[in-house]
């Protein structure tokens, strides 16, 4: 999705409850549950930081600013999630807020020492928006358990930058502030990969994509919203129409598959 500054601010602000301020840079945080995610948001974040509810929900939403090399970021921690398959409410907040906010940068945290479960989420993350840092955290606790993550080579097979860090000791904070700097302004192009379905699968994605391609101004990716038609997800149609005013006939896409 590309948006003016204005028109993400106004967005931020009307759909999200968050004041996104003139200059200012929006960064998601997602992750599972018990990563280390709250660690990270409060040790860049510091005392810059809001706590109130997800618009209609009593899910809490946590946002705090920082500032680094001279440019300012809003940090917005997401609920702790498993999948973005909307199979509950913070599922869905999560979800809806990478797809329809657009924020600049959105750092997946992993759990250094359960990374095969943690990875799912991630690669849901990648289909959404190419602009993804990996924060692996825990790696003291990964390490006591005489685990040898290969950062460089994981971070190749991912083809977006991995920062290892174990935010309880502070470690790991600066290169994730440094990556999303870069991440941010365009200087660190990313190539996240993509999963590849099975053969029926691709073959209904690839007979959507024309249909969908320039859908609200290609403010989705194209595979993602294919994909998620494919579902049938009645939420996440529903999200298309709340978020930006979209309704041509669902049922008719869904029978693709």
């Known amino acids: 999705m590309n948006l003016s500054m204005d ?3 106004v967005l931020w602000q009307d759909q999200f409850g968050i004041p996104l301020a003139d200059g200012q840079f929006g960064v998601a ?3 599972n549950p018990n990563v280390g995610k709250s660690t990270i948001f409060n040790a ?13 929900k009593t899910v809490d939403n946590a946002q705090g600013g920082f500032q680094y090399q ?5 940090l917005v921690d997401l609920p702790g999630t498993y999948s973005l398959l909307a199979h509950t409410v913070e599922e869905q907040i999560a979800r809806d807020f990478l797809c329809f906010a657009n924020p600049d940068v959105t750092v997946v945290v992993l759990d250094a020492t359960c990374l095969e479960r943690n990875l799912n989420l991630a690669l ?12 692996l955290n825990l790696m003291d606790e990964a390490q006591k358990k005489r685990l040898m993550i290969d950062v460089p080579s994981l971070e190749r097979e991912l083809g977006v930058p991995v920062v290892a860090s174990a935010a309880r000791q502070g470690e790991g904070l600066t290169e994730l502030q440094e ?4 991440v941010a302004t365009g200087s660190l192009q990313t190539n996240p990969r993509q999963i590849v379905y099975s053969s029926e699968v691709e073959k209904a ?4 994509l024309p249909l969908v391609g320039s859908l609200a101004n290609n403010a989705l990716s194209p ?3 294919a994909l998620r038609l494919l579902d049938g997800d009645r939420s996440f149609l529903d999200s298309l129409t709340n978020y930006l005013g979209v309704n041509q006939g669902w049922e008719g896409a869904r029978c693709a598959q």
Not at 70 to 74: A, D, I, P, R, T
Not at 205 to 208: C, D, G, I, S
Request: aromatic share 10%; charged share 15%; glycine share 8%.
């Open 7 to 9: 028109q993400k601010r």
């Open 29 to 31: 945080l997602a992750g």
């Open 44 to 56: 860049l974040t510091g005392l810059h930081q809001h706590t109130g509810n997800w618009p209609g």
């Open 70 to 74: 001279q440019k300012s970021f809003l």
């Open 124 to 135: 849901q993350v990648f289909e959404i928006t190419p602009k993804v840092i990996v924060c």
């Open 179 to 182: 990556k999303i700097l870069q």
């Open 205 to 208: 994605v690839k007979y959507l």
């Open 223 to 225: 595979r993602w919203l």
